[in-house]
């Protein structure tokens, strides 16, 4: 699969404290990964994980402190001219999580497409333009007389769908969709967990989907990258991740996902939940060792001195050899590499943190 | 538009509304109410209300009624233009701070903090008293100078608030540029404040202009309530019980202010839910959607 | 020990009256676990209002009751209430950063809550203070901490705390882990299960996350556009879903194991509330309407332990039911 974006290194501290304050927090530590075309990748943490610092800084809306962004090849970085940043913008368009104030109310919702079509297809006229809005419009699924209405008489909803569209109107190569359904009804994130499933197969747009909840990254994704504490903790594709999780974050956020269609846990479990009680941590000034440490039960004694590093998990590639000479089919290609930033998964201990 | 129906609605504001209307008319068509002509200086002075003067006269033999008419022209006209000015500098100076942040913040607070501290009505005396030409438009000039300051903080707070939407970061993101950002997408959803803020420096030029004319730094040939004042107090109006004199003028300028005071009530109402009238009439859908995370 | 009866809750607005809640009947027992679920608009939060008697202005309450210990909670005055809020029913908001005082520290929010009730000296105020915030697993040192000190997690604990002060029959709380992450959610979900088992109090909890009560309430209440669309055992209302609500929502859930299907959801958006349909109200969105549907209004009829309001399960109407 041919590469689109790739991540090297990224950094961002942010100065916190007074002027005279030397704190820095660390929302996102030397985050490496890369999205291919036409697939959707999920970006999956908790709160302070630095999942929407990732989204900013691929949207340009922040620079990073360190480390760089490459689309196509190129550094983000080096696009000074204001038409290399509106190119940009619309090959890697954002979507925000709040459909209540995502869009300006005292506008009709046609506004915020027919802006960006004059601002990033200028080669249009007047009526080219209001015939591309109705045809973006039709793609996520709102009829054309909506572009009509104002945001306050569209649903929840309806009003992520306008988001989308106006991502859509400049042709794009990734879409950056933070939490999109995270304030949306359950009932309704279906649609739209469709929608961008759609947008892959039948437009080629690859998306980044940024979120917490691992069901619905599960129900979209190809891929998932799971972020802790500013720092990549486990990469791969996402039914091999959640199948076999490797990093005990990874699990811990596995088991505690509520499945109504599971049975109930049982009441070893239960006890053992009320005893987790850690909560991920702002991460200030952090001295090296792995940043789960605090909840970790299998740690060793280099967790605490060295911090991990993202590496492929040489374990995979073994099993996929023996699986070929057994004759089986083995999933050893490129994108089935899993990555983990674990001393002990690293090891090749078989890691069992969290049931 | 929303503001014609929060005013219908809001009692307090359709009296203002009504009182406003009532002081464009004399202003715009003086000579239908007032007959007489305000400056001609022929009539016996000092006279008491009659049928012929129906406030009387005053102590150089001017029509006391016909003043009061001909001079609410000039009181419109420097509360609608100091007005009018002083909210658009100080929308631009307050939004673009906010918006901009950084060190355009910290320069545009400077300068606007500056002009906040020094005290108001000594400043407009030295100016008013330092430039000769004492007329309106310097008069206008003069307000605006000294006032876009106190609403410019306002409209930065707003706009701080507002500066986290999302769909300004979609704006920017799109590729906007910021004086788009600040023109079509922020100073729209701030209508209601600013005109709130209008009618507010409206007000206030009302009085600080009559308070300058009143201290004789205005053009004291000119019609106008407050130079209406200047003359009473010239003539000893009051000691010598014409009071009428002083009273005509203070009473329009407290009806003036009125209006405009209680017209801002309907903004107050727009701009902050809370405050809507409770009976009956509300919009409680969104109480159900607000009930969503 | 709880009985809500017929209770309706109606709203004057510009478009006319909403009847944000219509005739919701049931009960909790002693120790008994209530999740309330529905999506945005449905009335849960209101009726959770309305059995609470906090509802303001234009809404009111214009039908049935609300019988807690045999006395109607909306017949009574505000001194009277008073004296039972907290004391016997307490009520945990649903964003601590919005319910507690920011400038005033969770020890004196507990004093006040203390004092408000009858307990004035201050040893008994730090010892009680101390011994709920330990129920709930925060350090007593933080008795002294502001909000904003605390993490969401805690802040979410320390309200829970606060409405344990006098080991209340019953708590109310409304969607008390929409704010937090999921591991929190599930940590913050055992701790209050573990406490109802322990202090042996009632818990009606509303929430929008059908998923999240599924292990820990025992019974269910599915609300839509004000009514009761489904009532009544957990498990068994996740094992055999009656209502086509019931059955949208579970299915709306992508799992996490097993094999991976495409979904539907369901497409389409609540009713008007201004506006009472004649017939079902969940007709535009039904997978299974049928013509009378349009007509008559369901009522709640039993099936197996479970009341349903849906004309599939009324026998005359539509032949065999589903």
Redo the contacts between chains.
């Keep these: 699969m041919t590469e689109l974006l790739r991540a090297d290194n990224l950094t961002r501290h942010f100065k916190i404290g007074g002027t005279l304050s030397r704190r820095t927090l660390h929302a996102v530590d030397d985050v490496s990964f890369s999205i291919g075309e036409r697939e959707i990748v999920a970006l999956a943490g ?2 302070g994980s630095g999942k929407s610092t990732v989204a900013r800084l691929l ?1 340009r ?1 922040y620079k990073p402190t360190g480390g760089q962004v490459l689309f196509e090849g190129k550094p983000i970085s080096a696009i000074r001219s ?1 038409r290399d ?2 190119r940009y ?2 090959q890697v ?2 979507v ?3 459909p209540f ?7 009709r919702v046609s506004h ?1 497409v027919l ?2 079509l004059k ?2 297809r200028p080669e249009l006229s007047a009526r080219e333009r209001q015939a591309e809005a109705q045809r973006v419009f039709e793609v996520v699924g709102l009829g054309a007389d909506m572009l009509q209405r104002y945001p306050h008489e569209l ?3 309806q009003r992520q769908r306008v ?1 989308f569209a ?1 991502a859509l109107a400049t042709k794009p190569k990734l879409i950056l969709a933070d939490e999109p359904v995270s ?1 949306l ?7 739209l ?2 929608l961008m499933t759609k947008l892959r197969d039948s437009e080629g747009v690859s998306i980044l989907y940024i979120t ?5 990254a ?2 979209v994704a190809d891929r998932l990258i799971v972020m802790y504490a500013g720092q990549i903790a486990e990469v791969g594709p996402i ?1 091999d991740v ?1 199948a076999g999780p490797k990093h005990p974050y990874t699990q ?3 088991s ?7 049975p ?2 049982s009441a070893a479990a ?1 006890a053992a ?2 005893g ?5 941590p702002k991460v200030i000034d952090p001295v090296p060792g792995c940043r789960f440490l605090p909840r970790c039960p299998v740690s060793t004694d280099i967790c605490g001195k060295v911090t991990p590093e993202l590496r492929v998990l040489t374990a995979t590639r073994e099993i996929a050899g023996a699986a070929a000479a057994a004759g089986e089919v083995a999933v050893a290609t490129d994108e089935a590499t899993r990555e983990v930033a674990c001393h002990v998964a690293q090891s090749g201990v078989d890691v069992k943190a969290f049931s | 538009m929303r503001f014609l129906r929060a005013i219908r609605r809001n009692g307090k504001a359709t009296t203002g509304a009504i009182l406003l209307a009532v002081f464009v008319l004399l202003a715009m068509f003086p000579g239908l109410f007032a007959h007489k002509d305000p400056n001609a200086e022929i009539y016996p002075r000092n006279l008491g209300p009659s049928a012929q003067h129906l406030f009387g006269t005053t102590g150089l033999g001017q029509d006391l009624y016909a003043q009061a008419v001909y001079g609410t022209r000039q009181v419109l006209v420097i509360a609608f233009a100091a007005g009018l000015f002083t909210t658009l500098i100080a929308a631009a100076v307050g939004v673009a701070a906010a918006y901009l942040g950084g060190t355009w913040d910290g320069t545009l607070n400077l300068l606007t903090d500056v002009l906040l501290v020094i005290p108001l009505f000594p400043l407009l005396i030295v100016i008013a008293a330092y430039v000769h030409n004492s007329g309106t438009v310097v008069l206008i000039a003069v307000l605006t100078f000294t006032g876009w300051s106190y609403t410019a903080r306002q409209l930065r707070s707003q706009a701080l608030s507002l500066r986290n939407r999302d769909f300004l970061a979609a704006a920017k993101a799109r590729g906007e540029r910021a004086i788009y950002i600040i023109a079509v997408e922020i100073l729209p959803t701030m209508s209601s404040l600013l005109v709130a803020a209008f009618l507010t420096n409206a007000l206030y030029a009302v009085l600080f202009a009559s308070s300058l004319q009143f201290v004789g730094l205005g053009d004291p040939n000119a019609n106008s309530w407050g130079t209406m004042l200047y003359w009473a107090q010239n003539n000893e109006a009051l000691q010598a019980g014409y009071y009428l004199q002083a009273l005509v003028p203070g009473a329009a300028i407290a009806l003036l202010g009125a209006a405009f005071a209680l017209l801002n009530y309907a903004f107050d109402e727009i701009t902050n839910p809370a405050l809507r009238p409770v009976r009956g009439r509300q919009r409680t859908r969104r109480l159900a959607g607000l009930s969503r995370a | 020990m709880l009985e809500v009866s017929g209770l309706t809750v109606e709203y004057a607005t510009q478009n006319g009256t909403v009847r944000a809640v219509d005739d919701v009947s049931f009960t909790v027992g002693r120790g008994e676990f209530l999740g309330i679920v529905g999506e945005s608009g449905c009335g849960k939060s209101t009726l959770l209002f309305g059995i609470a008697q906090l509802l303001s202005p234009p809404a009111r309450i214009t039908a049935g009751s609300v019988t807690f210990a045999g006395k109607n909670l909306v017949a009574m005055t505000d001194k009277q209430l008073a004296a039972i809020r907290w004391r016997n029913l307490s009520v945990v908001m649903q964003s601590a950063m919005n319910a507690l005082n920011p400038v005033k520290s969770v020890g004196a929010q507990f004093a006040d809550a203390l004092r408000a009730h009858g307990v004035s000296s201050r040893k008994p105020i730090v010892a009680r203070s101390a011994e709920v915030l330990r129920m709930v697993g925060i350090d007593p040192v933080h008795l002294k901490s502001y909000p904003h000190q605390l993490s969401g997690g805690m802040r979410q604990r320390a309200m829970i705390a606060m409405a344990l002060l006098f080991t209340p029959d019953l708590v109310i709380m409304d969607e008390p882990t929409s704010a937090l992450d999921v591991v929190a959610q599930r940590s913050l979900m055992v701790q209050i299960k573990e406490l109802q088992r322990e202090l042996g109090f009632a818990i009606i909890f509303v929430t929008h996350d059908m998923s999240l009560v599924s292990h820990f309430s025992d019974n269910l209440l599915v609300m839509y556009a004000g009514q009761i669309a489904e009532i009544g055992g957990t498990r068994q209302i996740f094992a055999s879903p009656l209502h086509p609500y019931s059955r949208g929502l579970l299915e709306a859930f992508p799992g996490i194991r097993g094999p991976k299907v495409p979904l539907k959801g369901i497409p389409g958006a609540p009713p008007d509330l201004s506006v009472i349909p004649n017939g079902c109200r969940f007709l535009p969105r039904c997978p299974l309407k049928k013509d009378e549907c349009a007509i008559t209004q369901p009522a709640l009829v039993e099936r197996d332990g479970v009341a349903v309001r849906c004309l599939l399960y009324v026998p005359e109407s539509l032949g065999a039911a589903q």
Excluded: C, W
């Design positions: 908790e709160s949207a809306l204001r940043k509106l913008s619309g368009p954002m925000f999580q709040d104030s995502s869009t300006n109310p005292v506008f915020g802006r960006v601002l990033h649903s929840g909803g988001g106006q304030m009804d359950v009932s309704i994130r279906i649609g967990l469709n917490h909840d691992i069901a619905s599960r129900y039914e959640l811990l956020l596995l505690a996902v509520p499945d109504p269609k599971a109930p846990p239960l939940a009320v987790e009680r850690g909560e991920p």
